[in-house]
């Protein structure tokens, strides 16, 4: 018998990002937000791209893993992570 179809687990992180900084670090958490510099600068979604790939990158994830899907002109963002669950999401980032 075949096994249902499993979603994969979804969470959805809030962030503030740092546009134009000297080297791409996430630097740590700001309240309930997570705290990340990139080089990239803001103009047509630079920075935007370079969050989503970093925190694909620390979470070993595929880079479309992790997407914006609010604030894409704001410093602060909803990222909606996809394939694994909330307590390694946390663990991952708390580390990194």
Known sequence: MPEPDQT???FKLSVKVIPGASQNAITGWL?????IRVTA??????????VEKIVAQVLALPKGAAKIIS??????????????????IMQHLTGA
């Open 31 to 35: 309240g309930n937000e997570l705290k």
């Open 71 to 88: 604030g894409k002109t704001s410093a602060r963002k909803i990222l909606e992570i996809t394939g694994l669950p909330e307590s390694d």
């Open 41 to 50: 600068s803001p103009e047509r979604g630079k920075a935007n791209v370079a």
């Open 8 to 10: 994969p687990p979804v």
